[in-house]
DNA sequence: ACCTGAACACCGTTCAAGT
DNA sequence: ACCTGAACACCGTTCAAGT
């Protein structure tokens, strides 16, 4: 699935596609696949072709992002103790839904595919590298898994834009407060 | 708004209205307006005369579970300490959210109006109760306000059917952690 | 005052035909 | 092997005509 096409036009479509889906998933609502497939000048089968689920076109779109969150983990839990560390990432997370509201969505799709495919450096795993720190040192609760992170964090796309200020780095707050022993 | 219709025909299609929508509204998915419509025997011009927006139809059909959450509050508070009927109070949204999937989207609507309708008994007020009695015992964070436990609350939404039993109470106690002082 | 239902808009998805 | 785009399906929403 998602493999690199053969044929160079179909590589270029493929990125095309994606780029013009970065661009046009930052405007408010959900993004349409269609005007997606119009923006990279492909028809519609050739966005299905590549990407048969929205989800796998949104993992592709925000691959980078996830992908730095992922690499952030054992970064902090490096420089901080494990719950400073956990909560430096929470922020960082909520940093990047604020600015890509549809991250989000990438995040949960990848933990959903995690689970069948066991991709190596998820976002699953470095919510447990974290967790499991902070468990190692009696600072977190024994019984929280990185689905409960990723559940209590989807609240975090119902703040409305006009209160993310107060909003947003309460909840963490909030969160973390749970996850803490 | 959504007031009383002045004609018995009328009264009766908003009664069978919302009686059909209650009876489709816990098939998977999205409930379909049309299909309510049509199961209702009217119109769509109908539905929409009568419920202008899908919330204040889905408003309609919870209204009595969501009454009873809120008559629940001030009950539960008079046989606990504020905590434990707060505990005792999510866990109750949790049943409902359970049983009636939808039941949250009408809360969430509720909250919604109530910002702008300030109607008295409403989800909102029921909440902020039980959180200030926790608060004057300062068993609950002082910063802690009924949006942000119904942000979380949201949460218990995502959980799939087949991991509800050991998720959701595990997620309510993470929570009521984070609320605690 | 209220109802009907055809009609429009919109968007996701498929597939026969083409290169 | 890959692409195109017409066509279908589906659902929300409106509105002219009717009682």
Redesign the interface.
């Known amino acids: 699935m998602a493999s690199v096409p053969r044929r160079a036009d179909a590589a270029q479509n493929r990125a095309r596609i994606v780029e013009c889906a970065r661009a046009l998933v930052v405007r408010p609502g959900e993004l349409k696949l269609n005007e997606v497939a119009k923006a990279a000048g492909v028809g519609q089968g050739t966005l299905y072709r590549h990407f048969p689920t929205r989800d796998d076109l949104l993992i592709e779109v925000y691959r980078a992002d996830v992908e730095a969150l992922v690499a952030a983990a054992p970064e902090l839990l490096a420089e901080q103790p494990p719950l400073e560390a956990l909560h430096s990432w929470l922020r960082r997370v909520a940093e990047y839904a604020r600015v890509k509201r549809g991250v989000f969505a990438a995040v949960t799709a990848s933990v959903r595919t995690d689970l069948a495919g066991h991709s190596v450096g998820s976002i699953a795993e470095a919510i447990t590298l974290l967790l499991d720190a902070a468990k190692a040192q009696r600072v977190a ?1 024994p ?2 898994d990185a ?2 992170v990723v ?2 964090l ?2 975090l796309m ?2 409305d834009d006009d209160e993310w200020d107060t ?1 947003a780095g ?2 963490i707050e ?7 022993s």
Chains 1, 2 share one sequence.
Do not use: E
């Open positions: 609760r019984d929280v689905r409960d559940l209590l989807g609240s119902k703040i909003r309460h909840l909030i969160i973390l407060a749970g996850l803490r």
